[in-house]
């Protein structure tokens, strides 16, 4: 398959990586020092399973790959609307683009058939807070999009290299909600790339199940500058990530999704992970924008579209986007 990675950080650059060892013909989108090392030494996957450096076409413009098969969305939420526009050359009819990002998805209410996923008008519904105007919307036909869902921890941990815990789980599905050919062939390309791919026909409920988690860990973690471990460790902290999951499990059943689920499972899970640090607490000490809108900002939306209180949700949206605000404003003002 002819496959651009746009974002070839710790999510997409581990995907790319997978990818072109399985004999793809990759290409990644990276930019500054990263780039660099990547043209001059490839891509370094460092593992529980080895080390493996891949040697992927690499440029800083996406406008300078062809036509593809694959387009992965490796980039963060908020970063993503200035670049669709910037796909429409790799697009060719067949083309898939995979969103591989945390929280609930520009695309949420596309072919969605919630009660909550229509206008008066009976356009789709869009969340405000990810596509204001709708530009994103309108910036990429959905019938290219298949959902995606990412387990698995990794990290940009030097210019050219990517540290992974070796969990390379992907969730996918169509927006439609229904089974496809396609969706089942990528599952093929990526299970043979040595990743855990699962199809589902109900790709809302992974968004969910992940955001239930994201949502909470992730802003304590970048709030306390805590390690996953640590969280778990931490009983009056446990007691905050439990009642933020609450909220959301209540938010999903609302609005017609199973998040699949409790909290006690979901802790579970993030224990499992070990002393990783999730993704809000790594953009944070590398003084990036935070994730804050997908994780936080449109479950806030939806729960007032659907008339559910979500009051520690709240309060961490407007810590999350305060300690953003103040930690930006500091490296413009250095």
């Keep these: 398959m002819q496959i651009v990675v746009v974002g070839a950080g710790a999510v997409g650059g581990s995907m790319a990586v997978k990818l072109a060892q399985a004999g793809h013909a990759v290409g990644v989108v990276a930019r500054g020092a990263h780039l660099q090392t990547i043209v001059r030494e490839g891509l370094t996957l460092h593992d529980p399973f080895g080390r493996t450096t891949a040697y992927p076409r690499a440029s800083d413009r996406p406008d300078d790959f062809g036509p593809q098969d694959l387009v992965v969305l490796g980039v963060k939420a908020h970063q993503i609307a200035p670049l669709l526009p910037r796909l429409q050359g790799m697009l060719q009819p067949h083309t898939i683009v995979l969103p591989a990002i945390n929280g609930i998805p520009w695309w949420y209410f596309q072919n969605d058939s919630s009660a909550f996923a229509r206008e008066p008008d009976g356009s789709w ?45 992907y969730i996918i599905g169509e927006i439609t909600h229904r089974a496809s050919a396609r969706v089942s062939a990528l599952a093929d390309v990526l299970r043979n790339a040595g990743c855990d791919p699962q199809t589902t026909d109900r790709i809302r409920d992974a968004v969910w199940m992940k955001l239930v988690g994201n949502a909470a860990f992730n802003p304590v973690a970048a709030l306390t500058r805590a390690r996953m471990d640590q969280i778990c460790a931490n009983a009056g902290l446990l007691d905050v990530v439990r009642g933020v999951m609450n909220e959301l499990i209540a938010l999903a059943h609302a609005v017609g999704c199973d998040p699949q689920v409790d909290p006690d499972r979901r802790i579970a899970i993030a224990r499992g992970i070990g002393s990783v640090k999730p993704s809000t607490l790594q953009d944070l000490e590398r003084g990036r924008a935070l994730e804050i809108q997908a994780l936080l900002g449109a479950p806030v939306e939806l729960a007032r579209r659907a008339g559910i209180a979500v009051p520690l949700t709240e309060v961490l949206l407007t810590l999350l986007g305060e300690l953003d605000r103040r930690t930006n404003q500091s490296a413009v003002d250095a």
């Excluded at 969340?127 to 990412?150: E, F, K, Q, S, Y």
């Design 125 to 169: 519904a869009r969340i405000a807070c990810l596509d204001p105007d709708g530009r994103m919307a309108r910036g990429l036909d959905a019938t290219h999009l298949v959902g995606c869902v990412v387990h698995g921890s990794a990290e940009v941990t030097a210019p050219g290299h990517i540290t992974a815990n070796g969990q390379y789980r």
